[in-house]
């Protein structure tokens, strides 16, 4: 019934797109929270802005080459034209919906600087769908033999589930402070949580949590498949991609706290809102950490 | 280095989900690179120019607000935009200001200045900016 439904060529092309909207997210989400990556794409012409995405095209396509090469497939090289295409146009499209997110795409700022913004932006998005394709390259269905023994094995050591929630709580907590380690002390926090009302606070939790799910389950980087299968307590995907969120968010509560940009006495509504802000590259950090365990 | 054998993962047709697909992100493309060269036939040239708009009046607390709104409608970005506000009522005069950090090219911007007297009669405009 599984093969069944994996078959259908629509389910394929969204997991291709989770998968590549994951890596867009995944390695871009730190220069999404480098101003200057942005505050360059008000000033920047339009020829400038032309040349970026060029090169960015040419740089996509040597890594699906690179790719195709890396995972033995012979591709012809209008398949790898078009996949970079499509690398490009996934990690415009995820930089655009990464700057809306942090409340820097208003109409305000003129359709110049949002242009501008979305393609200095969508650089490091659209090379994160690159280096997916090529670091993390889609595993097939099934995903035997591909992910590391660990995973494959879970089935066979059944009682070890408490090992298991333990290693990915672990890994949560790691990748989640070393993402939020480096992005805590630094000036973003506060100039995007300044900038968010409740309701687009919200809209941050949201999309902090279909994220980090993609990232995990929806993306492929490791067997897919296998991850799903434990079912059960931690390991249900939803309730899995929930916890790790919490675990994400009090690790980024600590940053803050450790780096002075909150102190105990600070209001709640602050303390909501930065640690909400932080908690998007956390959650993606902390993702990122239960993929490597 | 060979050629290539059909129905190889990779070579073999497109099936109508990966058409969609791509026909989608070329769509998106030719729209980004359409607005990138649209912006580029029709924006201004030359330095930052201001237009200044301003609002109705509100009363607070015996003080007169007056929201101003800026739009950069000149060729460069600006930083540092200060928008001074000018009221000579009775012997009195008012210059209150604000500082508006950066205006991208058509980028607006809304301030408030505060006077303590009527600014009906007032004059806003923008007395400096720099170049980023």
Known sequence: MRKAERRSPWIIELRHLAHDLAGAFLFGMPFLYTMEVWWRGNTVGPPRMLAALALTYVALVVVERAAAGRAGRSAPWSRTLTEAAQALATGLAAGAVGLALIGFLGPNAGLHAVVGRVVMEGLPFSLGVGLADFLLGEKDEGGHGKGEGGRDGGRQAAGDTRHRVLMRAGGTALGATVIALTLAPTEEIPLIAAGLGHRHLLILVAASLVISYLIVFASNFVSTEAREAHGGGFDAPLVETALAYMISLVMAAGMLWLYQLLEPGASFGEWASYVVVLGLPASVGGAAGRLAV | ?132
């Open chain 2, 1 to 132: 280095m060979s050629r290539k054998k059909q129905g190889e993962s990779g070579s073999s047709p497109r099936t109508p989900a990966e058409w969609v697909a791509l026909a989608l992100a070329l769509l998106l493309l030719a729209c980004v690179v359409g607005v990138i060269l649209w912006l580029w036939a029709k924006e201004p040239a030359g330095p930052p120019r201001f237009e200044v708009e301003r609002a109705a009046v509100r009363v607070e607390a015996g003080l007169f607000l007056l929201p101003v709104a800026v739009r950069n409608v000149g060729g460069e970005a600006a930083g540092q935009v200060r928008v001074e506000g000018w009221l000579a009522a009775g012997a009195r005069e008012e210059r209150p200001a604000t500082t508006i950090e950066f205006l991208p090219v058509g980028a607006r911007e809304e301030a408030v200045l505060i006077f303590r007297a009527d600014p009906s009669g007032a004059s806003v405009e923008v007395v400096s900016y720099q170049r980023p």
